[in-house]
C-alpha cells in the first residue's frame, strides 16, 4: 500500500513571505504527483500537477519534484492571506486508476 | 455547467440506519469516486469506478457499497450506519484515469451517525 506523508502543520508564514511545503511518497514507480489547496469546510481544487523531475511554476506556486529522493514540494511565493488552506499532496494508487492522498498540511499566513 | 453534484449536503443518521449518497456528473466522465475525509486527515479511497458497470474497492471500503449503472450516477450506499462512519464523504470524476489527470470533487455530504 502507498504512503503519502506530509508534516500536518500548521504551517504559520507572514504575508509577503515563502511558504514551502512537503511530500514524500513510499513506492519509485509513480510518474504523476499533484498538489489540491483545500478551503475549510470546502472540497479540494487542483492547483499543480508534476509529472517529471525538476521545477514547475505556475504563477506564485512552484512545485519541485526528485523521484530519486520521493520527495515532491510545493512553494508558494509571496503568500497571501487567501492562501491560508489544507494542502493536500496527492500520488496515483498501485493501479493508477485513482489518487492517494496525504493528511494535508495546513498554512496560515498572516497580515 | 454542474460539475459534480452531491446530495444532500448534511445528513444525521442513527446508529443501524441505511441511506445512499448521491453523486452526479454532467463532464461525461468515465472515472468516478468516492472518498471520506475525517478531521484533520486527508482523503480515504472507499471505492472507485472506471465505467458504467464496473465498480472496485479502495483503502477503506467496508461498510459501503456502490453501483454503477450509468455514466452519471455514482451512488454510495451504508447499510448499517455505525458512528465509525461519521464523516465528509467527497464523490470526484475525472475524464481519464485517475492517476493522470486532475480529478474534480463535489461540495461533499457531511454525515452524522449518532
Known amino acids: 500500500q502507498k504512503e503519502v506523508e506530509q508534516n500536518s502543520g500548521p504551517l504559520s508564514v507572514p504575508e509577503g513571505a515563502i511558504a514551502s511545503l512537503n511530500c514524500t511518497y513510499s513506492?519509485?514507480?509513480?510518474?504523476?504527483f499533484f498538489w489540491y489547496r483545500q478551503y475549510s469546510g470546502k472540497s479540494p481544487e487542483l492547483i499543480m500537477s508534476i509529472y517529471s523531475n525538476g521545477d514547475k511554476e505556475d504563477g506564485r506556486f512552484t512545485a519541485q519534484l526528485n523521484k530519486a529522493s520521493q520527495y515532491v514540494s510545493l512553494l508558494i511565493r509571496d503568500s497571501q492571506p487567501s492562501d491560508s488552506a489544507t494542502y493536500l499532496c496527492?500520488?496515483?494508487?498501485?493501479?493508477?486508476?485513482?489518487?492517494?492522498f496525504g493528511k494535508g498540511t495546513t498554512l496560515s499566513v498572516s497580515s | 455547467n454542474a460539475g459534480v453534484t452531491q446530495t444532500p449536503k448534511f445528513r444525521i443518521l442513527k446508529i443501524g440506519q441505511s441511506m445512499t449518497l448521491q453523486c452526479a456528473q454532467d463532464?461525461?466522465?468515465?472515472?468516478m469516486y468516492w472518498y471520506r475525509q475525517d478531521p484533520g486527515m486527508g482523503l480515504k479511497l472507499i471505492y472507485y469506478s472506471v465505467g458504467a458497470g464496473i465498480t472496485d474497492k479502495g483503502e477503506v471500503p467496508n461498510g459501503y457499497n456502490v453501483s454503477r449503472s450509468t455514466t452519471e450516477d455514482f451512488p454510495l450506499r451504508l447499510e448499517l450506519a455505525a458512528p465509525s462512519q461519521t464523516s465528509v464523504y467527497f464523490c470526484a470524476s475525472s475524464y481519464s484515469r485517475g492517476g493522470d489527470t486532475e480529478a474534480f470533487f463535489g461540495q461533499g455530504t457531511r454525515l452524522t451517525v449518532v
Open positions: 513506492d519509485r514507480v509513480s510518474q504523476s
Open positions: 496527492a500520488v496515483p494508487n498501485q493501479a493508477g486508476t485513482a489518487l492517494i
Open positions: 463532464m461525461n466522465h468515465n472515472y
